[in-house]
C-alpha cells in the first residue's frame, strides 16, 4: 500500500430537509452566483424553491446558467468574468458533474489574473478560490465529493482534469433527482461503476479493493433494480451514494488508479461532445479483452464478486468480461461507437494518439495498440 494523506473539507448532507442548505446560504456574504445546466431546474421547481430561500435571505443573485455537458474552459472564463464583475462572495452550484466540475475553477480562476490552464501546465496550483456549494440533481459522476474537475479545452482539443475547489457543502436529495430521464440515470450509474472498476483494477492491491468491489456489487445490483422500478426512491438513493462514494477518494487510498478507459474517452469526448457514460460502456468491454491477461486475479475476484461466478481461475476472468459485456447490453447503453454515431477512423486516430497513457494501468498500451482497440468499438 502506498502512504497516503486523506482530507476531506467538507459536509454532506444526505438528506430531504433543505433547510439545512437555507442554514449554510445564511452564512455566505451577500453576492451569491447561481450556476445551472440548460435550465431543467426551471421545469422541476427547484429554481423556484432556492430563489426563495435566497430572496429570504437579502442576497443579491446574480445567474450563471447554460453549462453544458463537457464544460468547456471558455464556459469557465465566463463565469469567472461574472465573479469578478458582481464581486461574488459565495456560488451555489446546481446540477451534476459539469455544473460542478466547471465551479470547481470557476471558483480559483475569478481569484487570479494568471491563466489556471497554463498554470497547472506547469504543475503549479492554486487553493484561494471563492467558496461554493454543490446540490446534486444529477448523480453518476461523484463530482460533489472531490475537487477534481473535467474540462474540454476547445483550442486545444483536450478534454482533461485540472486541480479545483472543494465544495463547502453537498446536498444529496433524491428528490431533486427524480425527474432525471431514465437514459441519463443510466449512463450517469455506468460511470459510477466504472470509476470504480477503473481504480480496482489499478496498481498496489489493498482494502481499499474490496470497497470498489462492493461499490460495483451495489451498483449493478440497483442498476438491475431500476430497470423495472424506475421510480423507486430507495434504489436512487443507493446509486446516489455509490457514486460519490467512488470518487470521493477512499476508493484510491494507497493506490495507483488505472483510468486509462476514461483517458480514451475524455479524448473521444474532446472530438465528438459525445455523452461520457455511452463512450465507457462502448470502450470498457472491448479494453479490457486486452487487458486482463496482465491482471488475472483481480479480474478472477472481479468475476466472483460482482458477477457471482464460478470456475477455473482463467475462465473466471474471461467469463467476467462477457458479463459485463451482457450487462451493457442488457441496461441499453450503447455497444458500438456506430450506436453513438461516430464513425471516423481519423477521429479515433487522433484520440489514440493524444490521450494520456496512465502509469498504473497493468500493460502499457502503444498508441497503434490503443488505436486498434478503439477500430473494434466500431
Known amino acids: 500500500m502506498n502512504n497516503f494523506t486523506y482530507r476531506m473539507p ?17 452564512k455566505a456574504g451577500e453576492n451569491i452566483l447561481l450556476a445551472y445546466g440548460g435550465g431543467s431546474i426551471k421545469k422541476n421547481g427547484i429554481y ?7 430572496t429570504r435571505l437579502d442576497k443579491n443573485v446574480v445567474e450563471f446558467s447554460g453549462i453544458m455537458p463537457n464544460p468547456t474552459y471558455a464556459k469557465v472564463q465566463e463565469g469567472a468574468k461574472l465573479c469578478r464583475q458582481h464581486k461574488i462572495d459565495f456560488i451555489l452550484a446546481v446540477g451534476g ?16 489574473d494568471e491563466d ?111 430497470k423495472e422500478d424506475p421510480m423507486n426512491k430507495e434504489i436512487r438513493s443507493e446509486l446516489m451514494w455509490d457514486s460519490a462514494m467512488a470518487e470521493n477518494g477512499i476508493l484510491k487510498i494507497g493506490k495507483i488508479t488505472d483510468f486509462q478507459i476514461h483517458q480514451i474517452e475524455h479524448q473521444l469526448g474532446a472530438y ?27 479480474f478472477v475476484k472481479f468475476g466472483k464478486v460482482v458477477w457471482d461466478l464460478k470456475g477455473d481461475d482463467l475462465e473466471i476472468a474471461e467469463k467476467s468480461i462477457d458479463c459485463l459485456a451482457h450487462f451493457i447490453k442488457e441496461m441499453g447503453l450503447p455497444t458500438t461507437f456506430k450506436d453513438m454515431h461516430i464513425t471516423d477512423k481519423s477521429i479515433l486516430r487522433k484520440v489514440a494518439d493524444t490521450c494520456n497513457i496512465m502509469p498504473g494501468c497493468a500493460k502499457q498500451f502503444s498508441r497503434d495498440e490503443l488505436y486498434n482497440i478503439l477500430l473494434e468499438c466500431l
Request: hydrophobic share 40%; aromatic share 10%; proline share 3%.
Open 272 to 298: 465528438t461532445n459525445c455523452n461520457h457514460g455511452y463512450g465507457l460502456a462502448v470502450i470498457t468491454p472491448h479494453f479490457y479483452e486486452h487487458l486482463y491477461l496482465y491482471n488475472i486475479s483481480a
Open 10 to 26: 467538507m459536509t454532506v448532507y444526505f438528506n430531504e430537509d433543505s433547510n439545512v442548505i437555507e442554514e449554510e446560504l445564511a
Open 97 to 112: 458533474g459539469s455544473v460542478f466540475d466547471c465551479v470547481k475553477i470557476v471558483s480559483l480562476q475569478a481569484k487570479t
Open 116 to 226: 489556471i490552464w497554463a498554470m497547472q501546465e506547469r504543475k503549479e496550483y492554486t487553493t484561494s478560490g471563492i467558496p461554493f456549494g454543490a446540490i446534486l440533481t444529477v448523480s453518476g459522476t461523484g463530482s460533489e465529493m472531490n475537487n477534481i474537475a473535467i474540462i474540454t479545452n476547445e483550442d486545444k482539443h483536450i478534454k482533461g482534469p485540472l486541480m479545483g475547489s472543494y465544495a463547502k457543502f453537498a446536498l444529496l436529495n433524491v428528490n431533486y433527482t427524480m425527474s432525471v430521464p431514465m437514459p441519463q440515470v443510466i449512463s450517469g450509474a455506468f460511470d459510477t461503476f466504472s470509476h470504480a472498476m477503473e481504480t480496482y483494477f489499478g496498481k498496489h492491491k489493498n482494502v481499499s479493493d474490496d470497497i470498489a468491489l462492493a461499490i460495483m456489487k451495489n451498483t449493478v445490483t440497483n442498476m438491475l433494480k431500476m
Open 48 to 54: 423556484d424553491e432556492l430563489m426563495a430561500m435566497l
